[in-house]
């Protein structure tokens, strides 16, 4: 599945905009140094050992940064980090895309800088610092413009993506009415293509856009992860970054979520990103329906009950996303994983519906899914009542 060689057609340039309301008026400063981290999981997951990069992104200050991190990495100069043959598409890379999401990286520049509306998750997409995972879940989206092996792009102008990011955050001014995303707070998601949590173990993207949105005060940032990395403890947010720990049931993740935290780990991490600073949601997702599944969350659910502290409860908040699948991911899983297929493809109960870039996307049809969440909410209202659903879809 060959990728398109660019971002997607540039907005126009925005305004600069003149300060709006008396706040903190100086940019934070961009991390220079990177924090080192080592654990036996980091190492599971990344042993990088070629870098392809844009001379641009190496030549950058964080690109510098990075590869000072990586002694002895062979890096390979490449026009555009959308082509990269050896890397992109799903020929020949279908047995051995684990392997390239663990031991290859790539540096780009980011040259589009556009912020999208959303509405569900959060109220708008920022443009993310990172596209690709380390990660292998086997009902990722992220990959459907570079092929399924892609593995983490590292986005090097932050400050260019952070300072689009105030500016379109002071152009928006005050929040003025509230809705699911957050009663106060402009919610903009900053991890639409990656998982920052990941990338936060090769460089301080993650980090420059929490210090961001701690000076922030009409916007907060949000972003869901599967990866537990208590580096992000140090970060001090301030209350401006929400996390979204991704939970499903243990046997679904250990069947679909490749390479990622258990889900008991990243519940029992709750309360002390909680007490770090930051707001703590979870992403009820993907809902995968198969025999026994109300049986299996309502288990999680009631794990989540007990274990969690009153704290947590008290601001904890959920969204719930139906299972969305996808022709071609289909047929590139039964190459490496089949198993997930017996859960993920069930025609009887799914439907197809072609999306704006022509996918073939395969979702619940809608009197499966309607019935399904109105037995998860329900499932959460007896298990987990104090587990407000911000939204379901
Ligand atoms: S953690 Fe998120 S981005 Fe990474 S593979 Fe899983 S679903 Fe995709």
């Given at each position: 599945?060959?990728?398109?060689t660019?971002?997607?057609?540039?907005?126009?340039?925005?305004?600069?905009?003149?300060?709006?309301?008396?706040?903190?008026d100086?940019?934070?400063?961009?991390?220079?140094d990177?924090?080192?981290?080592?654990?036996?999981?980091?190492?599971?997951?990344l042993?990088?050992?070629?870098?392809?990069?844009?001379?641009?992104?190496?030549?950058?200050?964080?690109?510098?940064?990075?590869?000072?991190g990586?002694?002895?990495?062979?890096?390979?100069?490449?026009?555009?980090?959308?082509?990269?043959?050896?890397?992109?598409?799903?020929?020949?890379?279908v047995?051995?895309?684990?392997?390239?999401?663990t031991?290859?990286l790539?540096?780009?520049?980011?040259?589009?800088?556009?912020?999208?509306?959303?509405?569900?998750?959060?109220?708008?997409?920022?443009?993310?610092?990172?596209?690709?995972?380390?990660?292998?879940?086997?009902?990722?989206?992220v990959?459907?413009?570079k092929?399924?092996?892609?593995p983490?792009?590292?986005?090097?102008?932050?400050e260019?993506?952070?300072?689009?990011?105030?500016?379109?955050?002071?152009?928006?001014g005050?929040k003025?009415?509230?809705?699911?995303?957050?009663?106060?707070?402009?919610v903009?998601?900053?991890g639409?293509?990656?998982?920052?949590?990941?990338?936060?173990?090769?460089?301080?993207?993650?980090?420059?856009?929490?210090?961001?949105?701690?000076?922030?005060?009409?916007a907060?940032?949000s972003?869901a992860?599967?990866?537990?990395?208590?580096a992000l403890?140090?970060?001090?947010?301030?209350?401006?970054?929400?996390?979204?720990?991704?939970?499903?049931?243990?046997?679904?993740s250990?069947?679909?979520?490749?390479?990622?935290?258990?889900?008991?780990?990243?519940?029992?991490?709750?309360?002390?990103?909680?007490?770090?600073?930051?707001?703590v949601?979870?992403?009820?997702?993907?809902?995968?329906?198969?025999?026994?599944w109300q049986?299996?969350w309502?288990?999680?659910?009631?794990?989540?009950?007990d274990?969690?502290?009153?704290?947590?409860?008290?601001?904890?908040a959920?969204?719930?996303?139906?299972?969305?699948h996808?022709q071609?991911?289909?047929?590139?899983?039964?190459?490496?994983h089949?198993?997930?297929?017996d859960?993920?493809?069930?025609?009887?109960?799914?439907?197809?519906?072609?999306?704006?870039?022509?996918?073939?996307?395969?979702?619940?049809?809608?009197?499966?899914?309607?019935?399904?969440?109105?037995?998860?909410?329900?499932i959460?209202?007896?298990?987990a009542?104090?587990l407000?659903?911000?939204?379901?879809?």
């Open positions: 599945m060959p990728g398109p660019h971002d997607p057609a540039p907005l126009p340039a925005e305004p600069e905009q003149p300060a709006l309301f008396d706040w903190e100086t940019v934070p400063p961009v991390h220079d990177r924090r080192s981290y080592d654990s036996p999981a980091a190492r599971r997951l042993d990088i050992r070629a870098v392809y990069a844009e001379p641009a992104a190496a030549a950058s200050p964080r690109g510098r940064q990075i590869l000072a990586l002694p002895g990495v062979p890096v390979t100069e490449v026009s555009s980090h959308w082509r990269i043959p050896s890397l992109h598409g799903n020929d020949g890379n047995a051995r895309w684990t392997r390239v999401k031991e290859t790539v540096l780009g520049v980011k040259r589009t800088l556009a912020t999208r509306p959303n509405g569900r998750s959060a109220d708008w997409i920022a443009p993310g610092a990172s596209n690709g995972c380390a990660m292998a879940c086997a009902y990722c989206y990959p459907r413009r092929g399924y092996a892609n983490i792009t590292l986005f090097t102008n932050i260019a993506i952070v300072e689009h990011v105030r500016r379109h955050v002071r152009a928006q005050p003025r009415e509230p809705n699911q995303c957050d009663p106060h707070a402009w903009y998601d900053i639409e293509n990656g998982d920052c949590s990941v990338d936060d173990l090769l460089c301080d993207n993650t980090a420059d856009l929490v210090a961001a949105f701690r000076s922030l005060p009409t907060k940032a972003f992860t599967k990866f537990v990395n208590p403890l140090d970060l001090d947010p301030r209350g401006r970054t929400r996390i979204r720990f991704s939970l499903m049931p243990a046997d679904d250990k069947l679909l979520d490749i390479r990622t935290s258990p889900v008991a780990e990243r519940i029992a991490a709750a309360a002390d990103f909680h007490d770090a600073g930051y707001e949601h979870f992403n009820l997702s993907p809902v995968v329906l198969r025999q026994g049986r299996d309502a288990e999680l659910l009631g794990h989540l009950d274990v969690l502290p009153a704290r947590v409860k008290q601001q904890a959920a969204e719930i996303i139906m299972l969305t996808n071609a991911l289909h047929e590139v899983n039964l190459g490496w089949p198993r997930a297929e859960v993920l493809w069930q025609p009887e109960a799914q439907e197809n519906k072609r999306s704006q870039n022509g996918a073939v996307n395969v979702r619940y049809t809608p009197g499966v899914k309607s019935g399904a969440i109105d037995r998860l909410t329900g959460i209202a007896s298990r009542p104090w407000r659903v911000r939204y379901a879809f």
